[in-house]
């Protein structure tokens, strides 16, 4: 798509601690205003009983979700599915099954993987498929998830199949928020997050809801939509109870897709705060102020509300208090050319503090194979992943993002395509993570690249 102001439809249509936390000098920011309604306990109560009419599940309050990874729970773990042009996984492949629904689909696929976790933050290759099993990290947390009597929330803007949310069926434009995700709580408001790019997946937070209109909740097994053709990023992070609030405040500031009254997508539960926040989604911001919070892992959470018209990982670079920053995520028109430091944003947003360069990393490698990085396929593939680094060898941040470089610098079209959308932001500070993904995100055929 070229450029529509606002976009009627979604963009994508074509697809479709271990190191010493040093935080940026970027001053951490109250919660909007907007994003502080709770509504009358009584009309939570009252949706709490109605909940339990429709069957969900009892909370489990003795344990709470958790990223997992062989067998093992850690704080965070990250994971860049590869790209099915170098790195294919072929339909007959054995290790390929979906324990979640759906079918095994003969489209063009991959489901190799490389990953990271707190314990171990330098990115080496999965030994498994991914989503697909016990054995892989997203498989085994989704899992958990799934398969436990939790709270939770599902959202996405691509939702796939008979799913209506947002008061749209299949996609959702702007301005809604262009993310996508989960999140587990117990009933003490104890859980995680699982941030993921993927269309149409997950699409359903527990077995006693599964997805049932035959389109399947399996990477790999999802029926109408390829959504392992091109790279992808996941990432997973546990959560205290403040964290959850946080998160949820996120959530609604970035406009997310979800439906509180489909218990599919959500089973509300837990500390009355929670189920009071739970019922702000689904519903589009008027915010324009971003969320800039670090949760308790160390972990900063970033949030770009749809109604600032911004470019968003400037936005990021912003927030980070100016930090120079490399990213690959679905790069294509109407495509947010690469800025220097020195570089006018033409888009108003007199709050924000001034952003670093933003270059975009249009390929680049794993496994001593050169890989596309941009969006729209090509010969090396193509990727829809959202993915960045600092690059001024003085900070470390790794982050995994919701959107894409899609949109305007200004001063015209400010609205147009991303920029008018909202989406969620962890960054990492990790040194041997950031070293990690910056390798990662490094075109091998560039002399001396940086």
Known sequence: ???????????????EPNAQVVHPRAPRKTLPRAAQVAWPLAAIGAISVLASQQGAPP????????????????????AFKLNATVFPTAPSDPGRSCPFGGDKQA???????????????????????????????????????????FHYVVWNDQF??????????GECGSPWGHSKGMMAWNDAGEGMVLQVTTPGWPRAGGAQHPATDGVGDTLGCIQGDDDIEFSQDFFALKLTKDDVVQV??????????????????????GPDDIRALVQTLGVKSQSQSPINTVLSSGVRLISKPSALHYPPWQLVSAELGGVPLKVANWWTEPAIPSTDAGTKIGCPAPSLPT??????????????KRMGLQGGGGPLGGNHGKIGVSSDGVHSYAI??????????????????????????????????AASVSQLLTDPSTPNPT
């Open 1 to 15: 798509m070229t450029d529509s102001t606002p976009d009627p439809a979604p963009e994508e249509t074509s697809v």
């Open 59 to 78: 909370p489990t309050t003795a344990t709470a979700p958790a990223p997992v990874v062989a067998q093992q729970e850690v704080q965070w773990w990250a």
């Open 107 to 149: 489209y063009k696929a991959s489901l190799q993987y490389a990953f990271a976790t707190s314990q171990d933050p330098v990115i080496k290759a999965g030994q498994n498929l991914i989503g697909v099993g016990p054995d892989d990290p997203l498989g085994a947390t989704y899992a958990r998830m799934y398969n436990g009597a």
């Open 160 to 169: 796939k199949g008979a799913i209506k949310a947002g008061g749209c069926t």
């Open 248 to 269: 949820l405040h996120a959530l609604a500031n970035s406009s997310v897709v979800t439906d509180p009254a489909n218990p599919q997508l959500v089973s509300n539960g």
């Open 355 to 368: 952003p670093g360069a933003v270059v975009n990393v249009t390929f680049g490698q794993w496994d001593g």
């Open 400 to 433: 995994f993002g919701d959107m894409n470089q899609q949109g305007s610098l200004g001063p015209d079209r400010c609205n147009s395509s991303q920029n008018g959308r909202g989406g969620m932001f962890f960054v990492v500070d990790n040194a041997q993570l």
